[in-house]
C-alpha cells in the first residue's frame, strides 16, 4: 500500500538582528568596510511588516498560492489585510521568541542571554502556543558584563532592534567547526527545525511518541575538526520536539534534499519499516539578505529577512490522506547530463512515460518556488516561472501541448514563487501541504513535486540532481474479499486433483 | 561572470593561445550574456574579478546563436537545446552577443 502525507506544517523565523550579524553577504560586504552595511540597516523590515507580507502569509498557509497570484505586485507595497502570525499550521515567530527557543534547544551552553532579556519575555513565553511548554527549561540568563566579555572573546552577539540581549559562544577553542558563527548556523537551524515539528504533532493532533524516525534534511553540517557533517541533526531536533521514540539521520542534497528525503520517507514507510516518518528542514542562517546589494540598489526591503522551516508526516495508508505515487519517481542519473532539457527530462516527464500518463496529466506541479521579488531585482529572473515555461515546452516537443497551448498550460499548471530562498526551503516541499489539502477538497486529483540541487556548490562534482514524486487522491483501501469456507475447501481440492495428475504422470 | 570562471578563461586563453579559444555561453537572458561577452572579450564591465582590465579579444558565441545551431548535428542540437529555444529569446540574445563580438572580438 502507499503511504500518506497525513500532515504537514510551515513557518518562518523573522531575523533581521541574526541576517545582519551572520548572513554571507553581510559578512562579506562587512569584511570589506562597504557602505552597504549602513544602507542595509535602512531597509530593515519590522516584525510587523513581515507578518503582512502576502509571500510569508502564503508560505505558514493563510492563503493559498492561488489567492497570492492574484495580489498586486510589488508585494512588500501591498501588506495583506487580516494577516495573522499564526496559521493552522504554522506560525511567523519574532526574533525576540526565537532567542528563547535557541537557548531552549541549545544541549551545550552556549547560548547566553541577558537576564533582563529573559525575565522580560515570561508573558511571551507563557502565550506562546510552543514555548510555554518550554517554560521550565528556560534558564535564568546573565549580566550584560559577562555578555561582553564572550563576545570579546570571539563570541557573536544577539541583539533586538541593535540592542544587545545575548550571544552564541565558540563550543571550542581551536576546532573551526566549533566556532561561534557556526553554532549560530547551527542551533538556529535545529531550532527553526524544532518549531516546524512542535507545529507539524500540536495543530495535527499527533501523538508525538508515535512518530519512529526522523529525516532532517536541510543544508548545513554538524560536527568537529574530525568529522565535520557528522549529523546528526535529525537525532539532535527530535530530542528537543519531545519525540521520545524517534531516531533519525541526515540526507543531504542540497536544494534537492527535502524531495530525496520525501522519497526516502515514503520508502520506508511503504516497507513497513516505520508506521510513522516525520521529515524536517531548519532555515539558513547563511543564506539571509543573500541578495541584500540588490534589494538596496533598488531601494527595497531586504525581503530576505526569515528563516524558513517546515515538517511533513509520512504515515501508513489511512484510506483518506493524499498517497505518495512511489511508483511514478523521477531522477537524475549520472549519464543524464546537464541541459536543462535532458533535466526536465529526466525528473519530469521520463516518470510519467514510465507510467503511461502525459505532461498535461498532472494539475499541479511545485518546482523551485522562490519568490520573484526576491530574485527578480539580483538577475535570476522568476525562477517557478522559468521552470513551468520549460515543462511546456517538452510538453510541445512531445507533441502533447501545441504551442499556442503554452502559456494557457503554465496557468493552469503552475503556480506563482512563494517561498522565501533559504535553498532547501522552496525546493518542492513548500507546496506539499497546499497539496494536500487541495487533493482532501477534490481541488486538485494530484501534484508533482520536484527537487533540484545544485551539487557542483560542493566542489566535489560537476553533476546536477534532482528527483520527483507525484502525490494523488486516495482511491481508498479496498476491502479484501472474506474467504469463507466453502472458497478454502474448493483451492485445496482443486490442489490437490493438480498434485495427484502430476504423480500420475510419473 | 563569476570571479573563479573569469579565472578558468584567462587561464584556458594564455595556456592555449586567444586564438585557438572559444567561449560558448548558455546565459538564459541578454543582458546577462552581453556581460559575460563583454567580459571575455573586452574586459570584466565590473570591475571586480580577474579580468577587469584585461582585454582577451576571445571570439565568443550563445548556445542559440544561429552561427552555433549550423554547425551543430540536428538531432543532437534537438535533443539538447530544442526545448530551451522555446523557452528563451533568441532574437534579442543573438543580437546582443553578436553585437558585443563585432565591437571586441580579435579572433
Same mark, same amino acid.
Given at each position: 500500500?502507499?503511504?500518506v ?70 508585494w ?7 494577516s ?41 513565553i ?9 517554560a ?55 531550532a ?14 499527533i ?15 554538524c ?22 521514540n524517534? /531516531? ?14 520525501? @522519497?526516502? &520517507?515514503? !520508502?520506508?514507510? =511503504? ?10 528542514g ?19 526591503p ?28 523521477g ?43 526576491? /530574485? ?14 520549460? @515543462?511546456? &515546452?517538452? !510538453?510541445?516537443? =512531445? ?14 499548471h ?12 522552496p525546493s ?66 482443486s ?8 504423480l500420475?504422470?510419473? | ?11 584556458m586563453?594564455e ?16 543582458e546577462?550574456?552581453?556581460l ?7 574586459g ?16 565568443v ?16 542540437y ?27 572580438s580579435?579572433?
Amino acid at each position: 500500500m502507499y503511504p500518506v502525507i497525513k500532515a504537514a506544517s510551515y513557518i518562518l523565523v523573522h531575523t533581521p538582528n541574526i541576517m545582519i550579524e551572520g548572513g554571507t553577504t553581510q559578512q562579506l560586504e562587512r569584511d570589506s568596510q562597504s557602505d552597504y552595511m549602513d544602507q542595509a540597516l535602512k531597509h530593515i523590515r519590522s516584525f510587523q511588516e513581515a507578518v503582512l507580507y502576502a509571500p510569508n502569509q502564503a508560505y505558514i498557509g493563510n492563503i493559498t498560492p492561488e489567492v497570492l497570484e492574484n495580489i498586486p505586485r510589488p508585494w512588500y507595497k501591498n501588506p495583506l489585510d487580516n494577516s495573522s502570525r499564526y496559521s493552522k499550521h504554522g506560525e511567523i515567530m519574532p526574533e525576540d521568541e526565537f532567542y528563547i527557543l535557541m537557548q531552549i534547544c541549545d544541549s551545550f551552553d552556549l547560548v547566553k542571554l541577558d537576564k533582563d532579556f529573559v525575565e522580560n519575555m515570561a508573558s511571551k513565553i507563557s502565550q506562546h502556543p510552543v514555548l510555554r511548554d518550554y517554560a521550565d527549561k528556560i534558564k535564568p540568563g546573565i549580566n550584560k558584563g559577562e555578555i561582553e566579555a564572550f563576545i570579546g572573546n570571539g563570541a557573536v552577539p544577539l541583539r533586538i532592534n541593535g540592542n544587545l540581549v545575548g550571544c552564541v559562544r565558540k563550543a571550542h577553542d581551536k576546532d573551526i567547526n566549533l566556532s561561534s558563527h557556526v553554532m549560530l548556523e547551527n542551533i538556529a537551524t535545529k531550532a527553526s527545525a524544532v518549531l516546524a515539528l512542535r507545529h507539524l504533532v500540536q495543530d495535527n493532533n499527533i501523538d508525538a511518541d508515535s512518530i519512529e524516525y526522523v529525516i532532517e534534511c536541510s543544508e548545513e553540517a554538524c560536527g568537529d575538526m574530525n568529522q565535520r557533517g557528522g549529523g546528526n541533526f535529525a537525532k539532535a531536533v527530535a530530542e528537543i520536539a519531545g519525540f521520545s521514540n524517534a /531516531t533519525g539521520s541526515d540526507t543531504r542534497a542540497f536544494c534537492a534534499g527535502p524531495t530525496h528525503a520525501l @522519497i526516502n &520517507a515514503s !520508502a520506508l514507510v =511503504k516497507a513497513g519499516i516505520y508506521k510513522n516518518v516525520a521529515i524536517v528542514g531548519g532555515g539558513a542562517v547563511a543564506k539571509l539578505g543573500m541578495n541584500g546589494r540588490d534589494h538596496v540598489k533598488n531601494d527595497m526591503p531586504l525581503l530576505e529577512d526569515v528563516l524558513g522551516g517546515f515538517a511533513i508526516l509520512v504515515s501508513e495508508n489511512d484510506g483518506i490522506n493524499p498517497i505518495v505515487n512511489t511508483d511514478i519517481i523521477g531522477r537524475h542519473t549520472v549519464k543524464t547530463g546537464s541541459s536543462p532539457q535532458q533535466v526536465i527530462q529526466s525528473i519530469v516527464a521520463d516518470p510519467l512515460d514510465r507510467a503511461g500518463m502525459s505532461l498535461t496529466d498532472i494539475d499541479k506541479y511545485s518546482v523551485e518556488m522562490q519568490n520573484p521579488e526576491i /530574485t527578480e531585482p539580483a538577475g535570476a529572473g522568476d525562477v517557478p516561472k522559468s521552470n513551468y515555461k520549460m @515543462i511546456a &515546452a517538452l !510538453a510541445v516537443k =512531445k507533441g502533447q501541448l501545441t504551442r499556442a497551448e503554452m502559456d494557457g498550460f503554465i496557468d493552469a499548471h503552475g503556480l506563482p514563487g512563494f517561498a522565501p530562498t533559504q535553498g532547501h526551503i522552496p525546493s518542492g516541499v513548500p507546496y506539499v501541504g497546499p497539496a494536500r489539502e487541495a487533493i482532501l477538497s477534490g481541488e486538485i486529483k494530484n501534484a508533482m513535486i520536484i527537487g533540484k540541487g545544485s551539487l557542483f556548490l560542493g566542489r566535489m562534482t560537476n553533476q546536477f540532481d534532482g528527483v520527483s514524486v507525484v502525490l494523488s487522491k486516495n482511491p481508498g483501501i479496498a476491502e479484501e474479499s472474506p474467504i469463507n469456507e466453502d472458497k478454502i475447501r474448493k483451492i485445496i481440492a482443486s490442489a490437490l486433483r493438480d498434485l495427484a495428475s502430476h504423480l500420475g504422470e510419473d | 561572470m563569476d570571479l573563479e570562471i573569469q579565472q578558468r578563461v584567462k587561464d584556458m586563453a594564455e595556456k592555449y593561445g586567444p586564438e585557438n579559444v572559444i567561449v560558448m555561453l548558455g546565459s538564459a537572458e541578454a543582458e546577462a550574456a552581453g556581460l559575460a561577452a563583454e567580459t571575455v572579450s573586452n574586459g570584466d564591465p565590473t570591475y571586480a574579478g580577474p579580468l577587469a582590465g584585461v582585454s582577451l579579444g576571445l571570439a565568443v558565441y550563445h548556445i542559440l546563436e544561429p552561427e552555433v545551431k549550423a554547425e551543430i548535428d540536428p538531432t543532437v542540437y534537438d535533443n539538447e537545446v530544442g526545448m530551451m529555444e522555446m523557452v528563451l529569446d533568441v532574437d534579442a540574445i543573438s543580437k546582443e552577443v553578436k553585437s558585443i563580438r563585432e565591437q571586441y572580438s580579435k579572433y
